[in-house]
């Protein structure tokens, strides 16, 4: 009983962790598409963070900084949906919903 309850948590981490490497390259990837290349950036970083898990359907918020060869630094904001009821993580939205200066 302890070994299939062990067993099911594992697995449910696995496949977390492996929507929130879909959820992160998702949002990178429309970021990408909207920005394209920065002259003079170190590198565009990331965070990801779950805010809610419903019926199989997982709601990302993914945090993206970059910044240019002036100096200035920005952080954009997305909010990615995805459907996890299979398995799969497949994407269902992606949406920019703030961009800040800093």
């Known amino acids: 009983m302890k070994l299939a309850l062990l067993m099911t948590l594992f697995i449910s981490a696995v496949a977390h962790a492996s929507c929130e490497s879909k959820a992160t390259n998702y949002a990178v ?28 359907i997982l709601d990302y918020l993914v945090t993206i900084w970059d910044n240019n060869e002036d100096g200035e630094i920005w952080e954009v904001e997305y909010q990615v949906v995805v459907d996890n009821k299979t398995g799969a993580c497949r994407k269902v939205l992606v949406k920019m919903i703030a961009t800040r200066e800093l």
């Open 29 to 56: 990837r429309v970021y990408e598409a909207a920005i394209g290349p920065v002259q003079g950036s170190e590198g565009m970083e990331h965070e990801t963070k779950l805010v809610s898990t419903r019926q199989g």
